[in-house]
């Protein structure tokens, strides 16, 4: 009992120092930094370099850490942050996304991939509790959490440019007229929380005893939903709910074990939430924020194809593909297909109800294994399956992100992105219904009455056929009334509930009918990889339907096919370099958002 | 303006539906006419970047020392050997496109990985259909032979190292154990086995749970691992999450015997003191006297600086014996089928010795050995 809570206080103190940068960063420019954990495991790699390599004592490696985790925080900023600081706030989101794909391919050709054992340039074992064996590192930690978040405190209080980063947080504009710096502000947070992430970088891995290039996407994570269940923004906030989920996560996994560590997290996340909708400590905003996809209404028009255009669209479909391309290529068409039936949808909830979702692949998961299960062991035929995985993926996303909805901002993406989460942890855990981490094998094939598909090929028109029908049906729902609502709710939400149109109730349709869609391609993934296990959903499906909307134009269900051609047709196609194919996909990411903001399939109005 | 804009955005649409067709051409052609002087490919799906990035790297080394020695005698009858790499992260969703692009392209003749079985498996029809022999050398999976006649591994199967794992606590004299196993296709089948088989040779699970492959901090299970009061711990994982276990394993102050880990290099290394006192039960071991083993281990050295572990050996045997292969039955897809199939055919490997095909396309007959970990060193027990 003891040994687990501390255990579970060591662990959360490890949080709550990466979650503090987190929550500095978000306090002064609203942005969410999913680059922080890249920061962190940057910070560990520079140490372990610095120690083993270097041979270097313990304050050169602490001083070093802070100048290569602040340089690369200010060049972060330079090219992913500050670019975007008018923009709305998605933009950072997928920017800072993109800058820690960037960071960890980086750190990963730098200092080579493996994990390795981090030296213990701090006793780690020579204390002990209750007969759980901790260290000095442990203390120094525990000790620099709280200096960390005394001096934070201190400094924004009464420090000249702390009280700048206080106004800057409160209102930009405001500070901005006083005459305070608004963007030296922000940029120095940047630097400060990036080299206090590095900081943080040595003495988490010293508690886990071990580094690696990649191991900021966890640790970034879980730091992020701690600040997020202490209140995006409070410095205390972060701390606290570091320890929080520390705790209840020790608990949980002595309980039920570690395969449900998942669960736990992101389940706690969400449960935070729901009851205190802006985390433990944080505020609710009294009017409402601007949407998270800003008010893209007047940000430009869809470009139109005329009708010679279509028809040649339609031609290189029809016939140009299924009679030229290969097997591998049509495999990749297919690949492009199916991320088009997720991201279409999604333009209704992030381009009309200006909603994020960072969880599509929990429906798409949903739908994958009701179609599986509904055709392998309900013995039904495959089109039942495929509908089935679509009104299951819909009902069933729905009722677990019901009370989201009433959330604000943020809170929303991190919300779905938690649901994400959430339902691939239960699929994995769920073995008696999914078969779990084993996986299942040997799906049928696509079937229609008599018709048995079986190549790319054939897979190929049924894909194209789904897609079609999805296009149709967002551009009907789009320019009909209902469309028209849902786009009130995106563009003036207040004004919206003024003239009396129930928001939540939109959100959450237009919510039902993405994960209807994502659920309906879930159904034609299974069956036509015909294979299923848990690590076929991972967060990065998510991101990557959002960027999808985002490059083609958030507003357009045309541009989110046109998405998808760019960010999935294309690294494919980039495959002769596997090296850095993810860091051209992070730079290409970044740069069409910083040229072309409001994505690609849409004209700004002149 | 804007209608030039327009044009040069459905233009662009064009384009890159007429490169997708276009890169199926060159595919076509180069299959039409097959090459006979050039050099014979074989392709290679597997990790190079993500969590399992690491293996991908220790199978460059094993497979460049092998190509090094089979160029310089003279490749397959006189054409050099080459691979062609895709990486697939090891993640099935990648290892099928992958498996469509080399049975598309005729100059490769055998496949080899990809290194999970699950992302083997997954791209196995695909093979299988081709008639293109899979060579799944590190997958343990007894169903990934299933898959087809053309399903071929050098790799043990999980049966046999978790049956050899049972009996070799037994015989060191546990009676009770506290298990941990990897979340993974591959973690729970082995767990199934190992606890079926514990059942029947009467060895008790007293606290059993699976472990995320990425994890960094196992205590809270540990503790209720220890807590249950076993004789031995055992880790059925791979080295980096081993090298974890057992260290905070031991930082909770447990004493007694510790089954897992992997042999690794990287397992001491992120293990460190901790794992000193391990036991594991396999194969390789770059102290094997034998001359085999000895002039790898030397060769290996000399070009890395650094010992070979499991993963670097495997892939050296692997490439060295599908190229015997081509050489006996010839430089074809066919060819290599013919001369795998061949019966009784003994080659020789540094992991396994002499060796030969059972009629699963397993390795027949392997005991393993029990090993220790001492001094930071591997060390029969």
């Known amino acids: ?606 | 303006m804007s209608l030039s804009r327009r044009t040069l955005f459905t233009g662009s649409l064009a384009i890159s539906a007429l490169a997708v067709a276009g890169c199926s051409t060159d595919g076509a052609t180069s299959g039409a006419t097959p090459d006979t002087s050039g050099p014979i490919y074989f392709g290679v799906s597997g990790p190079k970047t993500g969590v399992n990035a690491e293996y991908g790297k220790a199978w460059d080394q094993g497979f460049a020392i092998a190509l090094k020695e089979i160029n310089a005698a003279g490749g397959i009858n006189g054409r050099q050997v080459a691979l062609k790499w895709e990486d697939s992260q090891a993640d099935p969703k990648q290892s099928v496109p992958i498996a469509e692009k080399f049975v598309a392209d005729t100059s490769i003749i055998a496949e080899l990985g990809d290194f999970a079985s699950g992302a083997s498996m997954a791209a196995s029809s695909v093979y299988q259909d081709a008639k293109l022999v899979q060579f799944g050398f590190t997958n343990s999976n007894p169903k990934f032979t299933d898959g087809g006649d053309r399903m071929w591994s050098t790799s043990l199967t999980q049966e046999h190292y978790q049956i050899g794992n049972v009996d070799g606590i037994l015989a060191d004299g546990h009676k009770k154990v506290s298990l941990l196993y990897l979340q993974s296709d591959w973690g729970k089948t082995s767990f199934d086995i190992f606890s079926a088989r514990a059942k029947e040779k009467g060895l008790e699970i007293l606290y059993s749970t699976p472990i995320q492959q990425d994890g960094t901090d196992f205590r809270p299970v540990l503790i209720r691992a220890r807590d249950a009061n076993p004789d031995a711990v055992v880790h059925i994982g791979y080295a980096p999450d081993g090298g974890l276990v057992v260290k905070q394993l031991r930082g909770l102050g447990f004493t007694k015997a510790f089954y897992g880990g992997q042999i690794t290099q990287q397992y001491i290394e992120v293990g460190g003191e901790a794992a000193e006192g391990t036991i594991l039960h396999d194969t390789f071991l770059v102290s094997d006297p034998s001359p085999r083993v000895a002039k790898f281990v030397a060769t290996f050295r000399a070009e890395y600086n650094t010992d070979p572990g499991f993963f670097q050996v495997s892939a050296y045997d692997a490439l060295t014996l599908i190229v015997a292969a081509a050489k006996a039955g010839g430089a074809t897809r066919e060819g290599v089928f013919k001369g795998l199939s061949e019966k009784d055919k003994k080659y020789p490997t540094v992991l396994l010795g002499d060796f030969s095909f059972n009629e699963q396309r397993r390795p027949a007959g392997a005991p393993l050995k029990k090993i220790v970990v001492k001094g930071g060193k591997f060390v029969v027990g």
Not at chain 1, 249 to 255: P, R, T
Not at chain 1, 448 to 470: C, E, F, K
Request: hydrophobic share 55%.
């Open chain 1, 1 to 606: 009992m003891l040994d687990t809570l501390i255990t579970g206080l060591i662990h959360g103190n490890a949080y709550a120092l990466v979650a503090v940068g987190v929550s500095l960063i978000f306090g002064v420019t609203n942005v969410v930094n999913f680059a922080q954990g890249s920061l962190v495991a940057l910070g560990a790699m520079t140490a372990w370099w610095l120690v083993v390599v270097g041979h270097q004592p313990l304050p050169v490696v602490i001083i070093g850490v802070l100048l290569v985790t602040g340089a690369v925080g200010y060049i972060t900023d330079l090219f992913a942050v500050k670019p975007f600081g008018k923009a709305p706030p998605i933009a950072a989101l997928l920017t800072t996304f993109a800058a820690s794909m960037i960071l960890d391919r980086l750190s990963q050709l730098v200092f080579e991939p493996e994990l390795r054992s981090f030296p213990e340039v701090l006793p780690t074992t020579n204390l002990s509790i209750g007969g759980v064996r901790f260290g000095t590192s442990d203390v120094v930690m525990f000790g620099l959490t709280l200096l960390v978040m005394g001096g934070l405190a201190v400094y924004l209080r009464y420090g000249r440019t702390g009280r700048a980063i206080r106004a800057t947080a409160q209102d930009t504009d405001a500070a901005q007229q006083m005459g305070v710096p608004v963007q030296r502000i922000r940029t120095i947070s940047f630097v400060l929380a990036s080299a206090l992430g590095g900081l943080a970088g040595i003495f988490v891995a010293l508690y886990t005893g071990s580094t690696s290039p990649t191991a900021g996407m966890t640790i970034g994570l879980t730091a992020f939903v701690a600040a997020t269940i202490g209140g995006l923004g409070s410095i205390p906030g972060a701390v606290v709910g570091g320890f929080v989920l520390g705790i209840v996560e020790a608990f949980g996994v002595y309980q039920f074990g570690d395969g449900v560590r998942d669960l736990i997290t992101f389940g706690l996340l969400i449960l935070v939430l729901v009851f205190r909708p802006a985390g433990l400590f944080g505020k609710v905003s009294a009017i409402a924020s601007e949407p998270m996809t800003g008010t893209f209404l007047g940000a430009g028009r869809e470009i139109r194809l005329n009708a010679w255009q279509w028809t040649l669209v339609g031609l290189i479909a029809v016939v140009a593909i299924p009679l030229l391309a290969s097997q591998p290529m049509l495999a990749v068409a297919n690949q492009v297909i199916l991320y088009a039936i997720i991201a279409v949808p999604m333009v209704l909830l992030g381009g009309s109800a200006g909603q994020i979702s960072i969880g599509q692949a929990a429906p798409v998961a949903i739908g994958a294994y009701t179609s599986a299960i509904t055709v392998m062991d309900l013995k039904l035929p495959f089109l039942v399956g495929l509908l089935l995985a679509g009104v299951v993926a819909a009902v069933v996303a729905t009722v677990l992100t019901l009370p989201i909805w009433r959330l604000t901002g943020h809170y929303v993406s991190i919300a779905t992105l938690g649901i994400g989460f959430v339902a691939v942890s239960i699929i994995r855990n769920w073995d008696s219904v999914t078969r779990g981490a084993y996986g299942i094998t040997g799906v049928p094939g696509p079937r229609i009455g008599d018709l048995r598909l079986t190549s790319a090929g054939d897979y190929y028109w049924l894909n194209l056929a789904v897609g079609i029908i999805t296009l149709l049906v967002v551009l009907r729902l789009r320019s009909s009334h209902l469309g028209t609502i849902m786009a009130s709710v995106g563009s003036d939400e207040v004004a919206a509930r003024s003239a009396g149109v129930r928001t939540r109730d939109y959100k959450v349709l237009a919510f039902a009918v993405a994960a209807f869609f994502a659920g309906i391609a879930g159904s034609l993934l299974a069956h036509e990889n015909r294979y299923l296990d848990p690590t076929l959903f991972p967060i990065l499906m998510s991101t990557l339907a959002l960027t999808i909307i985002v490059v083609g134009g958030i507003t357009s269900p045309v541009g989110a096919v046109v998405g998808s051609i760019v960010l999935v047709a294309v690294p494919e196609l980039l495959r002769l370099t596997p090296d850095v194919r993810i860091l051209l996909y992070g730079v290409v990411l970044i740069a069409v958002i910083r040229f072309r903001p409001q994505g690609l399939w849409v004209r700004r109005n002149a």
